[in-house]
């Protein structure tokens, strides 16, 4: 059983920066492919980034490309969102999740384990 913690949310102001966290407490971290997903209020999930197995290929959406960076660190078993120049639009619940195999996907129902999520609010 994979179990994803996340952690960095919080309130800050159009432009500002935060980074995101996930740690992993599987041994199979090297494994998977991770990714980030976030849900606003009254919105679908949508997806942000993901970072295949090996960390060489990173998927983003196209409104987060460019400001967001997707990076993993498997000594730590964490996964980072690097979030740069923030809009109000990014204001959502941002959720961790993993897959196996470690293929990348853009998909969030592919995903096999989640976070518990952490709250992003950009103020304007």
């Known amino acids: 059983q994979v179990q994803l913690v996340e952690s960095g949310g919080g309130l800050v102001q159009a432009g500002d920066s935060l980074r995101l966290s996930c740690a992993s407490s599987?041994?199979?971290?090297?494994?998977?492919?991770w990714g980030w997903v976030r849900q606003a209020p009254g919105k679908e999930r949508e997806f942000v980034a993901a970072?295949?197995?090996?960390?060489?290929?990173?998927y983003y959406a196209d409104s987060v490309k460019g400001r967001f960076t997707i990076s993993r660190d498997s000594a730590k078993n964490t996964v980072y969102l690097q979030m740069n120049s923030l809009k109000p639009e990014d204001t959502a619940v941002y959720y961790c999740?993993?897959?196996?195999?470690?293929?990348?996907?853009?998909?969030?129902?592919?995903?096999?384990?989640w976070g518990q999520g952490t709250q992003v609010t950009v103020s304007s």
């Open positions: 999740a993993g897959r196996f195999p470690g293929i990348v996907t853009v998909e969030p129902e592919m995903y096999n384990y």
């Open positions: 599987g041994r199979t971290f090297s494994n998977y492919a």
């Open positions: 970072i295949n197995w090996n960390g060489v290929i990173t």
